[in-house]
């Protein structure tokens, strides 16, 4: 990728110098830009390969009828920006990184007449066993080039993380740990195809007593998915007086396929939904009384899973939204966490309780390991302003919400010294984690 660059700088030189006559007066070239592109191959493109072009013009029509040609590039920024670039007719593309910014992306292939999601540009990590499915712009130093990315396989490139040269050797490293537990990202999609709604899924996980966290730390080791998993919820936000002022049970969603509600969370007498079933939300939240703004919250029961496909949102008859989770599970194929996990240790003096400890592990070959702050703020999308985010409940009344701004870490140790909080009447104590949209919520009963 540098000779490239080298190259297409010596080659713009020698073109101002002769098309302005030569001499000393030529300008020398400005544009040190760096370009983030590829080529789609297939889906209704050339395809990269003869063979595939020799297919492809046989079937490129049929794209055309059913309508789902990919024709825009559609980056979604850490602000929830949405910048459009379009698809050429030879199926490449290019855009400026400097137009998003030192931002975190998320990079869309879209049909924008429908506003539907083709798939998410990703790269390869050295084992292809995981794809970075977000690019960090301010880590980008050489152009990115996707290379090939094939429609017909779910937006796919042979394009790996260090192969691509974009990256410097230790920022190599660190999204090769990242592409770990990025997949929910990929959620990022749900902004583009519902414009005006926020959406949000909660993971629910249990990871022991507040006893097995009383002045030691929880065993990770002992997590067992299908003991100690709580399900998935899903909610949105939706702006305007129109939402305000809906009942909660008014807005349904039909889940794709059958799903059946998470034990110990189910509201309702069935046990499952199916796709002429809807779920009813269950609960509605407008903004408190020192909140800005016009939204209402409507949140979902928990369910065991995400089937893949769209999840419609009605209010009686009429469609309002269209809903994706694919990258939602927090888990990979051997039913291992892909998210951070936390150990925690609630150190206590005399019965009160001192200080809360925590340490982050990310499940990787074979074991839990110790996660570096660098990918915890990654993964976080360098939310800085949350960090650790704790509640606690104090007996049945009483609910305690601590942020961890102040010691600026994932990994501290946390005093609330000044809380004067019983070790006794702590109910529970949950440690969230936010990847994506995806908020991650381990509890401790």
């Given at each position: ?34 370009k983030i592109e590829g080529i789609i191959s297939g889906g209704g493109y050339a ?262 496909g769209p999840w419609i949102v009605q209010v009686g008859a009429e469609e309002k ?73 104090q007996g049945a009344e009483k609910t305690l919400f601590i942020r961890g701004q ?40």
């Amino acid at each position: 990728m540098k000779f490239k660059s080298y190259l297409v700088a010596a080659v713009a030189s020698i073109l101002m110098i002769t098309g302005c006559g030569g001499g000393d007066d030529a300008p020398p070239p400005t544009d040190q830009s760096v370009k983030i592109e590829g080529i789609i191959s297939g889906g209704g493109y050339a395809a990269a390969t003869p063979i595939q072009r020799l297919i492809d013009s046989f079937i490129s029509n049929a794209y055309a009828a059913i309508g789902n040609k990919p024709d825009k590039i559609v980056v979604v920024t850490g602000n929830r920006d949405l910048l459009e670039y379009p698809i050429n007719e030879d199926g490449s593309f290019s855009f400026d990184a400097t137009d998003v910014g030192n931002s975190d992306i998320v990079i869309l292939v879209v049909h924008s007449p429908t506003k539907e999601v083709l798939g998410t540009l990703s790269l390869n990590t050295s084992g292809l066993e995981e794809t970075l499915d977000f690019i960090d712009v301010e880590k980008v130093v050489m152009d990115l080039d996707f290379g090939i990315i094939d429609a017909d396989n779910s937006m796919s490139s042979n394009q790996s993380i260090e192969d691509s040269g974009a990256f410097g050797e230790d920022d190599v490293a660190l999204f090769e740990e990242v592409a770990r537990g990025d997949n929910a990202v990929t959620l990022a999609g749900n902004i583009y195809a519902n414009p005006g709604l926020n959406t949000e899924v909660f993971a629910r996980f249990n990871l022991g007593s507040i006893a097995s966290i009383t002045d030691k730390f929880n065993v990770l080791t002992a997590f067992n998915k299908a003991t100690d998993f709580q399900g998935l919820s899903f909610g949105f936000s939706g702006d305007g007086q129109y939402w305000q002022d809906l009942a909660f049970e008014d807005v349904l969603i039909y889940p794709p396929a059958s799903v059946n509600y998470a034990v110990g969370f189910s509201t309702v007498l069935d046990q499952n939904a199916t796709p002429d079933i809807p779920i009813a939300s269950i609960f509605k939240n407008l903004p408190g009384v020192n909140e800005e703004g016009s939204w209402a919250f409507f949140q979902y029961p928990y369910v065991d899973s995400f089937p893949n496909g769209p999840w419609i949102v009605q209010v009686g008859a009429e469609e309002k939204a269209r809903f994706r989770f694919t990258g939602a599970d927090p888990f990979d194929s051997n039913n291992q966490v892909r998210a951070p996990i936390p150990q925690a240790k609630i150190n206590s003096a005399g019965g009160i309780v001192v200080s809360i400890e925590v340490q982050w592990f990310l499940y990787h070959g074979g074991q839990y390991r110790a996660a570096r702050e660098a990918v915890l703020n990654a993964l976080s999308g360098k939310n800085t302003d949350q960090f650790v985010q704790f509640e606690i409940a104090q007996g049945a009344e009483k609910t305690l919400f601590i942020r961890g701004q102040e010691v600026a870490t994932w990994n501290a140790t946390y005093d609330l010294q000044s809380i004067n909080l019983p070790l006794s009447e702590i109910s529970y104590l949950m440690i969230s984690f936010p990847v994506g949209g995806v908020n991650n919520k381990y509890e401790f009963r």
